[in-house]
């Protein structure tokens, strides 16, 4: 599985953004699907994550009723609405898959990462 994030930005505080992360291969559906970010000197820490039904769905309390994470397993696509931005959002965002079963220290794939910058 390759995964290709894309849809980053320079917007200011209180804007929206949404992140796509298209993954090829067949087996798309199988895997957990996340969103991470990193920003400077700072670890990467997972933003949001959704089973493969949607059933199930995590987020971070920092961005909780701010940002949606979505998947449509026919486009074998994620999605991360992101809606009032704030300054402290800004960081290189990362979409990672993993096998149901494994912990997110063990992620099977990684996206290349697009960079969010939000102004004030």
């Known amino acids: 599985v390759q995964l290709q994030a894309s849809g980053g930005g320079l917007v200011q505080t209180g804007d929206s953004l949404r992140l796509s992360c298209a993954a090829s291969g067949r087996t798309f559906s199988r895997f957990v699907m996340a969103w991470f970010r990193q920003a400077p000197g700072k670890e990467r820490d997972i933003v949001a994550a959704?089973?493969?039904?949607?059933?199930?769905?995590y987020y971070a309390d920092s961005v909780k009723g701010r940002f949606t994470i979505s998947r449509d397993n026919g486009k074998n696509t994620v999605y991360l609405q992101m809606n009032s931005l704030k300054p402290e959002d800004t960081a290189v965002y990362y979409c990672a898959a993993k096998r149901r079963g494994d912990t997110w220290s063990e992620v099977a794939y990684w996206g290349q990462g697009t960079q969010v910058t939000v102004s004030s």
């Open positions: 959704i089973t493969w039904s949607g059933g199930n769905i």
